[in-house]
């Protein structure tokens, strides 16, 4: 029974897609009613799954139809479950139940709810089917239905503001990085006549690196690059995630990149075994960083909420890109920490941003202000997730980024001259990218919920329950990853850090035992990993800090509240009104700066820098092909000059 | 021969990654994401191709023993592949009309709302 799941969570998923366009067309319940009990199956299966497989340890492999190799060929499509790809399945699972939940509230005021849930499963059932897959044509036909249905769906309020060009953006670029899929699919074959990816890894391994692999393996990369989002591929993503619904971008962000990344460190860790190379290691870890630093520096740019959020989004991706690419222990559990955490975060506050959209409609910084007073609740919620983003102790994002920041640094002390350094200068801008974060979140909570209330927004109340009760299961996770990292690396993380490495397990659960040996020769044993110099911090101190500071801030808040009293923001103006918009917030009638700008001296200090941000993502499709395409070839021909 | 195929293919990609990078054309990028795809298809046939071999279809009474056979996988993939590239293509084209509608224009220079 236990090897069936993994197909049925994905064929939930796409027969869900398939009845609610056939029997929801008409009524609301049968809809909701099937899309609830699709999303609660699928990840009721992968939490069955976690015992054999995170706890004993297992892998399962399953061949659709029952066809097993034959004579050492494998002639069948399988899917193959171990540690690493449970662990991607149950984000996505976690990920689409709660935007199920949140859905129904959300999108509530559109038409056409049939097709927005159909292609919201048929999203689903493309991600779980890829990372639950173990060929590599299968992984190329999951993408595209990932692609197709998250573009229609980036589409789908076709009256939205630039919603449609977004979507052909997406499908534009998206395209070219499924192309090289398939090219780097087909040159796979070419060399190994299987599709198969145990069978492919034990082939490969076997035969060295000839030209047509290096190829190969450059496509596959730039492929799931452009999948993962990131730079110079990200432009995209920041549109996709801006002009999508709410509970989409949270799709988007939470799993939609996640596939990306599943698929790079599948294919650098278990397919190509080619992380023990140190010029792939570098690779990644310089593009990781790239893509860090010019998302939050974009971020800092922009002044719509959603926008900002999805560079954020591109930025803390890098960090996951940076720790895969260290390839060592503690950089690969970091790695799929700050994705869990990633996952939790930042679906979190693109929740909020949908509540602040569904509740004032607009997410424009410069309009919105001082929402905390109508959503009180929202605002909890949002600085919560501003903190678990920025890496402020009691919360997740601090955990995974302090990992991370051991990771380097590890990394830069066992390395020699040039490597060392680079690697310094990697935690030195992974720690300047997270006061960042922090800066531009200081930005928005002050634009958004601090600050006067326009009176267009008098009337805004807060979101309806169903929106809220997801938004607060997620908080509550932000704080439990954060507050548990022992149990959450013991009983998840190590497993799928240890599954990244136990390539042979990998090879023979699918091929039959054996098969690794007859074909890589002498087979590495598993190195153990060492976890044992991961520097997990004290949470409980840390939580009773925060309480006590919380605390300290709540009492001086309440007792200087008739003190500060209720001044209007153009009596302070009159006093200077070049700084009022810097202190107060507010949209004020003498300033040149706009009420969101609130790193206006920054930006204007380093003008030239964003002029170029704001110059590179110029909205025009052919600059964003241009940008794919060059790094497409400078990645290929990285690959061929130092593989 | 085959070599002509390869070359051909290469050129396929080349010129649509061309035509959707230079292209301002909303419909000329369409068509150049439709050229890549026949390109990368083209790849695939031409490296499942067996000098001399025959179609993968027979009967047991025709088989002889100096026969062998093109590989059928890469076929079968083909036949996938130039499905799901219809339906992007056909989805590109439904993006277009409703952007044409909305923007007055197929000017990429002029679909461009959101940036910075």
């Known amino acids: ?110 038409d056409a709810q049939d097709k927005y849930y159909t292609l919201f499963l048929m999203l689903a059932g493309g991600v779980l089917g890829l990372v639950l897959s173990g060929d590599l044509f299968n992984i190329f036909i999951m993408v595209e239905i990932m692609t197709f249905a998250a573009v229609a769906l980036t589409a789908y309020r076709n009256w939205a503001e630039g919603s449609l060009e977004s979507a052909f953006k997406y499908l534009a670029v998206g395209s070219i990085g499924s192309s090289m899929i398939l090219a780097g699919t087909i040159m796979v074959y070419s060399q190994v006549h299987t599709l198969n990816l145990a069978q492919i890894s034990a082939l490969l391994a076997g035969q060295g690196l000839t030209n047509t692999t290096v190829f190969a393996f450059a496509l596959l990369f730039i492929g799931f690059g452009v999948k993962a989002f990131i730079v110079p591929f990200h432009p995209i993503a920041a549109d996709a ?58 971020a800092l740019n922009q002044h719509d909420f959603k926008r900002l959020l999805a560079f954020h989004s591109i930025s803390q991706i890098g960090y996951v890109i940076t720790a895969i690419g260290l390839a060592t222990s503690l950089g690969i559990a970091g790695g799929l920490y700050h994705a869990m955490n990633h996952t939790l975060f930042k679906g979190l506050l693109f929740l909020c941003a949908g509540a602040v959209f569904y509740s004032a409609g607009t997410t424009d910084l410069d309009r919105l202000g001082g929402l905390a007073k109508r959503m009180p609740q929202t605002a909890a919620i949002f600085l919560v997730g501003a903190a678990a983003i920025s890496g402020i102790p009691p919360f997740n994002g601090f955990a995974s980024k302090w990992v991370i920041y051991q990771a380097c640094y590890e990394a830069a002390a066992a390395a020699s001259g040039f490597a060392s350094i680079f690697y310094a200068v990697v935690t030195i801008v992974g720690l300047l990218v997270s006061v960042m974060t922090l800066a ?36 509550a996770c932000c704080l439990l990853a954060g507050l548990l990292p022992g149990p959450l690396s013991r009983f998840a993380l190590q497993p799928a850090a240890a599954a990244t490495l136990n390539i042979k397990g990998y090879i023979d659960t699918m091929m039959g035992g054996g098969y690794a040996a007859s074909q890589m020769g002498d087979v590495t044993p598993v190195a153990e990993l060492d976890f044992s110099t991961i520097g997990y911090w004290q949470p409980v101190a840390w939580l009773v800090l925060f309480v006590i500071i919380m605390a300290a801030v709540l009492i001086v808040a309440l007792g200087s509240q008739g003190a500060r009293g209720n001044k209007r923001s153009t009596e302070l103006e009159k006093v200077d009104g070049k700084y009022a918009t810097f202190f107060g917030g507010e949209h004020s009638t003498y300033s040149m700066v706009g009420g969101s700008d609130l790193f206006w001296g920054l930006r204007y200090n380093l003008r030239h820098y964003f002029g170029f941000l704001s110059d590179m993502h110029s909205g025009v499709v052919n600059d964003y092909a241009l940008w794919a395409v060059t790094a497409a070839a400078g990645i290929i021909l990285y690959m061929f000059l130092f593989l | 021969m085959i070599l002509t195929n390869y070359v051909c293919s290469i050129l396929l990609i080349a010129l649509g990654l061309y035509c959707v990078v230079c292209k301002r054309n909303v419909f000329k990028i369409v068509i150049g994401m439709g050229v890549i795809d026949y390109g990368v298809n083209l790849l695939i046939v031409s490296i499942g191709f067996n000098p001399g071999g025959s179609a993968p279809i027979f009967t047991a009474r025709e088989l002889s023993h100096d026969m062998f056979f093109v590989d059928p996988v890469p076929q079968a993939l083909t036949l996938t592949s130039i499905v799901i590239g219809a339906c992007v293509t056909a989805m590109a084209m439904a993006i277009v009309i409703k952007l044409k509608q909305k923007y007055g224009t197929l000017d990429t220079e002029k679909i461009r709302r959101i940036h910075g």
């Open chain 1, 440 to 475: 531009s979140f200081v930005k928005v909570s002050q634009s958004v919920f601090f600050g006067q209330l326009p009176d267009e927004f008098d009337e805004v109340k807060e979101a309806p329950l169903l929106m809220r009760i997801p938004m607060w299961i997620m908080a």
């Open chain 1, 1 to 110: 029974m236990i090897q069936h799941l993994p197909i049925l969570a994905i064929m939930t998923y796409f027969l869900g897609a398939f009845l609610t366009t056939l029997l929801g067309h008409n009524s609301k319940s049968v809809r909701w009613f099937l899309v609830m009990l699709a999303s609660v199956a699928s990840f009721v299966m992968m939490c069955l799954l976690i015992k054999p497989i995170f706890l004993d340890g297992g892998i399962i492999g399953y061949w659709m139809g029952g066809r097993a190799p034959e004579a050492g060929y494998a002639i069948g499509i399988g899917l193959e479950v171990d540690a690493l790809s449970l662990f991607f399945g149950l984000l996505v699972t976690f990920t689409v139940l709660l935007s199920a939940v949140y859905s129904i509230k959300y999108i509530s005021r559109d």
């Open chain 1, 241 to 298: 995630y801006m002009t999508a619904p709410a509970s989409i971008s949270m799709v988007f962000s939470g799993m939609v990149n996640k596939a990306g990344v599943y698929g790079m460190i599948r294919l650098v860790y278990v397919v190509f075994q080619i992380m023990d190379v140190k010029s792939v290691n570098y690779l990644i870890v310089l593009l990781g960083t790239i893509t860090m630093f010019i998302g939050v520096t974009s």
